[in-house]
């Protein structure tokens, strides 16, 4: 979909917004930020959010290497909920820390079990704990009783939560709930208007944490890139102010080809975010997964290979059912569903 009308960067003038070629504070552009504010502590539980809380990043990749940096060590181990978002893991590694896979994020509605899981992959090392729900790839939602355990288990075991929220407007199982509102004092989430508004090549997104993190990553991120652009941040207030109608008609967009696409798939519809993530493991010959993905290939459709989400997925693939125009996206699942023979 086209972004939000009035947040393209061709709307944008010096006239309209005076400083658009300047830097912006490290901080964020002041009436982003207030905006951020005034939005995040409206939502419940987040009450205490004040402009100590909130950092503007450049994307949500650029807030994930912040908290990075502001939290890990070298040789400190960070669970990775798997599968999980593929440029998480190098990011922790260029700290020098040691990402741990657990795989929890296909199904994630036992709240005890994931727990379990989680815990017992923790050892002496581990800092912290990677959560992205809705969850790139596998659509999954986490409840609220699976989010409140993860909670309880981060603060008994004084672990960090790295909280990677960018899918939080296409929740459609149920209600998105931030996890910062059960952990305040362990999260630090994270957020895109990548995702939200349609903004990826703005590379502009926000964190929101406890204060001594949050001026840590501030620090962190000023000798990265002192400031993610002015003029993103400048689209970015602009379809906060004026996006609700727009996100509105992409969620229903999403659901509807969401649906349609698991459907000719024949797999469990999405219970947020923008994928499928489809075992492929029935439909494989002696080539593998690389062979099936060379099938695809030859015949115009291109998907993600499972093990980019974590070493248990060989036999999976990632579809993206908002990529492009519907009409293209359903030409794209057809030819999968008549690779796997429906």
């Known amino acids: 979909m086209e972004p939000v009308v009035g947040s393209r960067m061709q709307d944008l003038t010096s006239t309209d917004h005076p400083g658009l070629h300047r830097y912006a504070s490290p901080a964020g552009w002041e009436p982003l930020w207030k905006e951020l504010v005034a939005r995040t502590a409206a939502q419940p539980g987040m009450g205490w959010v004040e402009k100590g809380n909130i950092l503007v990043t450049a994307g949500c990749t ?61 050892t002496p090392r581990t800092v912290a704990l990677y959560l992205n729900s809705p969850n790139n790839p596998s659509g999954v939602l986490l409840p609220r009783d699976t989010l409140a355990g993860v909670a309880e288990l981060a603060r008994r075991r004084q672990l960090w939560i790295f909280a990677d929220e960018v899918y939080q407007h296409y929740a ?23 995702k939200a508004y349609g903004h990826a090549g703005n590379r502009c997104g926000w964190l929101v944490g406890p204060q001594p993190i949050v001026r840590q990553a501030r620090r962190i991120a000023t000798h990265l890139v002192y400031n993610p652009p002015t003029a993103a941040q400048a ?16 969620r229903a967009s999403y659901v509807e080809e ?85």
């Open 62 to 122: 650029g807030a994930l290497a912040a908290t990075v940096g502001a939290i890990l060590d070298p040789g400190d181990e960070v669970l990775l909920a798997s599968p999980y978002w593929p440029l998480i893991r190098g990011i922790i590694q260029s700290r020098g820390a040691v990402p741990v896979d657990v795989p929890v994020m296909l199904e994630g509605h036992d709240a005890d079990a994931v727990v379990a899981a989680l815990e017992a992959a923790i």
């Open 172 to 194: 459609y199982a149920g209600p998105w709930l931030p996890m910062a509102s059960l952990a305040p004092e362990r999260t630090v989430a994270t957020h895109s208007f990548s």
């Open 235 to 250: 689209a970015a207030l602009a379809a906060l102010q004026g996006g609700d109608a727009w996100l509105a008609t992409a």
């Open 258 to 342: 969401g649906q349609r696409a698991a459907d000719a798939l024949g797999v469990t519809h999405p219970q947020g975010g923008t994928f499928l993530f489809v075992d492929v493991a029935d439909h494989l010959d002696e080539r593998g997964l690389l062979g099936f993905l060379e099938d695809c290939v030859d015949r115009g459709l291109v998907l993600a290979p499972g093990p980019s989400f974590g070493r248990h997925w060989q036999t999976h693939v990632r579809l993206c059912f908002t990529c492009e125009p519907p009409d293209k996206v359903r030409r794209g699942v057809a030819i999968l569903a008549e690779l796997m023979g429906r």
